[in-house]
Every structure is written in structure tokens, then in C-alpha cells.
């Protein structure tokens, strides 16, 4: 709608000047400038859906840890991506055009202060949010873009599944294991570490887990057969119950090598 009423105040604007006999260059250049910047938010709106479109064709391969070429990016399911913003303010509207996504990188900050100069200029002349529009664009172009993994772009809404049923992803999933493993097992008291088997399954955890949550995006996608659940659920048991059965021997052997440690020294 606000579209609407500054395409019709500039074009009224320029019939105004036309009928005065003045110089039409100066509001048919706003106007020109006014279209062409909904045209390229719009081409840009055009190409983020047609990125994250195909990023959808590669869903599988990214859950399943693979790599894809798009746009000619090489990304992964957890690679972070980022788009910077540009804002026009005209009249009572500020258009805000994204860039096209780039992998996120902390020491790339050309194209971020490229985008902020350009809406430090650009950006005011919108009444009344205009300047805090702006301002909001360049905090979020000088701290990083809009930063965002490509598990998010094709996952959003069995991402929110999952957190709505408390479930968490991720560094969230591999710290939260590796917290409870160091709760559960402390450090051995003649070494300052945990015994060998407990340091393989510490590592061998988090990313059984992470492979978990990707398998429930994917169940959330395309339910599988109660059978294919069924033998998941046994195969998770049985792979708990020999990992427990392994830690209990490490760990008796390890005692019994203290014991007879402590029994040849006295």
C-alpha cells in the first residue's frame, strides 16, 4: 500500500512541475530511482528463493553430510551464510534489498562497509522510521549480516518442530553430551583425563546424536514405516548397551590395574 501512495505522490509531483513549466529531471529521477529500486528488491527476493529452492533439491545430500555446489558456493548443512542490506529511504517508505547470500566470513568486511556507506547516504529520506530503519541496517551489516545455516534455510519449519517438542540440534546437542559426560565421568586422578574408552565415546557421542536429530528433520519430512522405527529404537539399544558394557570393563580394568600398582609398591 505505501508503495502505492509514494509511486502516485512522485508521479503527481512531476505532472505538478510539468504544468508550472519547471524541470522535470529532478522528481522524474526520483520516480526512475523509486522503480527501480522495487525492481531490484524484488529480483533480489527472486533469487533467495530460488537459492534456497535449490538447496531444497539437495536436502538429502546435505543431511547425509554432503557437500553441494550452489551459486557457486560449496556449502554444507551447517555452513553459516550471510547477506548484507542495503536501505532506500523515499518519502514514507524505506526499502530494504538484500545482497545475494556468501558464506559468512569474520574477516570479510568490504562488501559489509559498501553496503553501510551506501545506506548511511541513501537511507534517511523516509519519514518517519527512515533513520531508524537505517541505523538498524548497519548494525546488522557492521556485525556480520544476516547470518543464518543452510539447515535453517531448508529446515525452518522442522527445526521449530523439534524445539517445540524440546528437542535441541547441533553445538547445542555435542555440548550438552559433552557436559553430561564430564558430570558422569570424571577426570582419572593419577592421569587429570578419563580413562581411554570414555574419551572415544565422548567423541563418538556428540556426532551419534547430531546424526539423530538430522534423521528426526528427515522423519518430520517423510515418516517412515513403524518397522524402520522399530529397528532403530533396537539398534540404539543395543549400541548403548555395549558401549555401558565397554566402559564398565575400562573401568574395572583400569581399578584393578591401581590395585595391583598400589599392592607391588607396598
Not at 501512495?5 to 526520483?30: D, H, K, M, Q, S
Not at 533469487?47 to 543431511?63: M, P, Y
Not at 546424536?209 to 540404539?236: C, F, H, M, W
Request: net charge positive; hydrophobic share 40%; with cysteine.
Amino acid at each position: 500500500m505505501q508503495e502505492f501512495i509514494v509511486f502516485f505522490f512522485l508521479l503527481g509531483l512531476c505532472i505538478t512541475e510539468a504544468f508550472n513549466g519547471r524541470p522535470l529531471w529532478a522528481p522524474l529521477l526520483f520516480l526512475l530511482g523509486f522503480l527501480l529500486a522495487l525492481y531490484l528488491r524484488r529480483k533480489r527476493h527472486q533469487q533467495r528463493t530460488d537459492f534456497i529452492n535449490q538447496l531444497k533439491s539437495h536436502r538429502r545430500e546435505l543431511r547425509g553430510g554432503g557437500t553441494v555446489f550452489v551459486d557457486s558456493l560449496m556449502l554444507r548443512y551447517n555452513t553459516v551464510v550471510t547477506t548484507y542490506n542495503l536501505s532506500i529511504g523515499v518519502v514514507l517508505l524505506n526499502i530494504v534489498i538484500p545482497s545475494r547470500h556468501k558464506i559468512a566470513d569474520g574477516d570479510d568486511h568490504g562488501e559489509s562497509l559498501l553496503y553501510s556507506v551506501l545506506s548511511i547516504i541513501s537511507g534517511w529520506w523516509a519519514f518517519p522510521a527512515g533513520p531508524v530503519i537505517t541505523l538498524s541496517v548497519i548494525k546488522r551489516n557492521l556485525s556480520g549480516g544476516d547470518k543464518v545455516s543452510v539447515g535453517q534455510l531448508i529446515d525452518a519449519p522442522l527445526l521449530d518442530a523439534l524445539s517445540d517438542r524440546g528437542m535441541t540440534t547441533g553445538l547445542a546437542v555435542s555440548s550438552h553430551h559433552q557436559n553430561k559426560q564430564e558430570a558422569r565421568h570424571p577426570a582419572s586422578p593419577s592421569t587429570g583425563r578419563g580413562s581411554r574408552s570414555d574419551r572415544m565415546l565422548s567423541r563418538r557421542r556428540p556426532e551419534a546424536e547430531n546424526i539423530s536429530t538430522s534423521q528426526r528433520i528427515a522423519d518430520l519430512d517423510k515418516p517412515p514405516p513403524p518397522g524402520v522405527v522399530l529397528s532403530r529404537y533396537v539398534q540404539a539399544r543395543v549400541e548403548r548397551w555395549r558401549d555401558d558394557t565397554r566402559r564398565r570393563v575400562s573401568r574395572a580394568l583400569s581399578h584393578r590395574k591401581r590395585e595391583q600398582s598400589k599392592s607391588d609398591k607396598a
